[in-house]
């Protein structure tokens, strides 16, 4: 600011002092002679001419480098060839520098140069000069004066000054000794053009006293105007010193704000800093914490682990000994066990031989009875014959009764009183648990009658007595103790949960001397419906023996059933079965033989106690619905439920609808049957006795099933810890 501030306040300074030059541009012409006027116009334009020539030197002296214009460098670069201080010579440049712009161009230069090396520093050579001029002018002036100044008079000096005063040259002169000079040539030499000079001189000094009023007017103008100027100046320059001062307040006091914002937030964010470091620092602390915690522990743990492992290699010692003991054991429980499956097969080939004995028996003694009746009927023939003749006739009764009391101590006495009495006996049962079909008695009546041609039907002279009262006892049967009281006590009072006594088949013919049973078939003999359907088994002895229990409402073909898987053939209008009855078939399965001993029960409810005995015992249950029967296939449940109650669900069964050859009366649809089969975990099969379907397939599918659960059961407890699980049989 300093710079331009200078600058500017120099410049009226140079302006004021360039104002002196007017006078002296003035006092060039007033050189009142036209030749010392030309002489001095001459010697001045040559002075000038001297001086352009002067200036353009110097000019290229300071613009060395010829750029065509001198810099402030250039200038200050002559500090040491002129005897000027850089300051002064700062001040030449701004004087110079007419624009202001920092340069100076040749025109500035040589303008410049003319008024300040002659007037500002150089005054002594202006003035110089001057007075080489006056002093030049002076000796012209004086050569001719001292020619004239001696004659010069008194009274021409007083005429001269009187002019002076009257033209007031004083104020315009300073040396009026030139115009003395000339005037007193001029009235020595040519006085008539005194007065011509006179009006001459007149006139000039009025012009130049106008003129030097008017410069004066026009200085005093300048000089206000100046000073207006540099007032005006100053008030801008304080003005602007003022406006700097604020600006630069508010710059300070938004930097200083900016700055307190600023280290706030600095503030902030290193407290925050801190902040998290603190946290950091407590983590670690709590981080070293559980890792010397986690040493710790490893510690224990490790020797927890020595110990762990101590206790371990000790109890795998145990481990190893008691297994060691557990295989011994376990060899002698798979020994006892073979011992054990042993006896029990055996036992059940016993049962079976003594079951096949029985029925042998028992067919003998029926062939026995049918022989009696035979030869009852050929008696009572003769009796009608010779009943005529009194006499003869008494001796023929005599002979009958003889034969009665033969056989009343037979085997079938015990069972049969006779013809007529079995008949009316039949009837009245009947008529007691109103049958409504006739009822076939016990096991053994129908196999061997309708084994035998014509015996099956009823002979010419009547009905046959063709139900016989017995029920089969083989092993744990019940019947006979529940029998002995006499068949007219109604079965359904037999003790619901009496013990099924596991009587051998020995105890039961002992216990029953009066059965005896037929010599001419020995114990131990097979005996019974095997041989019937021997076509049909193979020649060597079964491998196992299958206990299959029949169960199903009254006249669903239960008997019709076995009759002809066992015998192949079918007989309608079956009588009802009493109590139980049983057949035995051997049928092979998978290359090994499988005897069935299938156990015919009594649908009708009276029979039920009895029924239920026979299931504890039973490898395997049938149930049996009619499918033209709704009720039948309702009851199901219920004989599902009575098997549960009995054995629960560890037996197979296999659920029958039978009669499938009357599909016009069905009532039972197919798939009702399969889902309840399903929801029950049986096998199924819908069959018919009347056309063989499905009789022998489902017989062997169950007869399969029970082979292959035997053959796991055993495998199983042969290995022992793997306990066997019940099969499914629907599967
Ligand atoms: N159409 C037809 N009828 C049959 C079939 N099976 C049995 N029957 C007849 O149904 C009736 C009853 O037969 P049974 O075999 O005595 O019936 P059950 O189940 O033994 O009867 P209970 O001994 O009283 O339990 C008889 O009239 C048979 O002829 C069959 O598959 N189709
Ligand atoms: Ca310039
Ligand atoms: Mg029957």
Known sequence: MAAPDGRVVSRPQRLGQGSGQGPKGLGACLHPLDSLEQKETQEQTLGQLDMLRKA??????????????????????????????????????????????GYLTPEEFTTGFSHFFFSQNNPSREDAGEQVAQRHEEKVYQSRGNEDLGDMGEDEEAQFQMLMDRLGAQKVLEDESDVKQLWLQLKKDEPHLLSNFEDFLTRIFSQLQEAHEEKNELEYALKR????????????????????????????????????????ELEQKLLC?????????????????????????????????????????????????????????????????????????????????????????????????????????????????????????????????????????????????????????????EEVFGIPRRSSLGLSGYPLTEEEPGAGEPGPGGPYPRPLRRIISIEEDPLPQLLDGGFEQPLSECPEEEEVSDQGVQGQIQEAPPLKLTPTSPRGQPVGKEALCKEESSPSAPDRLFKIVFVGNSAVGKTSFLRRFCEDRFSPGMAATVGIDYRVKTVNVDDSQVALQLWDTAGQ???????????????????????????????????????????????????????????????????????????????????????????????????????????????????????????????
């Not at 250039?74 to 004087?95: G, T």
Request: aromatic share 6%.
């Open 605 to 731: 409810e009276r029979y039920r106690c009895i029924t239920q005995q026979f299931f504890r015992k039973a490898d395997g249950v049938i149930v049996m619905y009619d499918l033209t029967d709704k009720q039948s296939f309702l009851s199901v449940r219920r004989w599902l439920s009575s098997v549960e109650e009995a054995v629960g669900d560890r037996v197979p069964v296999l659920l029958l609808g039978n009669k499938l050859d009357n599909e016009k009366e069905r009532e039972v649809p197919r798939g009702l049957g399969e889902q309840l089969a399903k929801d029950n975990n049986l096998i199924f099969y819908e069959c018919s006795a009347y056309s063989g379907h499905n009789t022998k397939e489902s017989l062997l599918h169950l007869a399969r099933f029970l082979k292959e659960q035997e053959d796991t059961v055993r495998e199983d407890t042969i290995q022992v810890g793997h306990p066997a699980k019940k099969k499914s049989c629907c599967g």
């Open 56 to 101: 353009q030197e110097f000019f290229q002296t300071c613009d060395g480098e010829g750029k065509g214009f001198i810099a402030r460098k250039d200038m200050q670069r002559l500090h040491k060839e002129l005897p000027l201080s850089l300051e002064e010579l700062e001040d030449v440049f701004d004087a110079l520098d007419a624009d202001g712009n």
């Open 273 to 429: 800093k801190e902040q998290e470091l603190e946290q950091l620092t407590q983590k670690q602390k709590r981080l070293e914490g559980q890792c010397t915690a986690l040493h710790h522990d490893k510690h224990e743990t490790k020797a927890e682990n020595t110990k762990l492992k101590l206790t371990n290699q000790e109890l795998a010692r145990e481990l190893e000994r008691t297994s060691w003991e557990l295989q011994d054991a376990q060899q002698q429980l798979e020994s006892l066990q073979q011992e054990a499956c042993k006896l029990h097969q055996e036992k059940e080939m016993e049962v079976y031989r003594v079951t096949e004995s029985l029925q042998r028996e028992k067919a003998g003694l029926l062939k026995q009875l049918d022989f009696l009746r035979e030869r009852n009927k050929h008696l009572r023939d003769e009796r009608d014959i010779c009943f005529q003749k009194n006499k003869a006739a008494k001796a023929n009764t005599a002979a009958s009764r003889a034969s009665w009391k033969k056989r009343s101590g037979s085997v079938i006495g015990k069972y049969v009183d006779g013809r007529g009495i079995l008949r009316s006996q039949s009837e009245e049962e």
């Open 225 to 264: 105007k100046i000073a207006a100027y540099d007032e005006e100046i100053q008030h801008l320059y304080e003005e602007m010193e003022q406006q700097i001062k604020s600006e630069k307040e508010q710059f300070l006091l938004k930097d200083t704000e900016r700055f307190q914002a600023r280290s706030q």
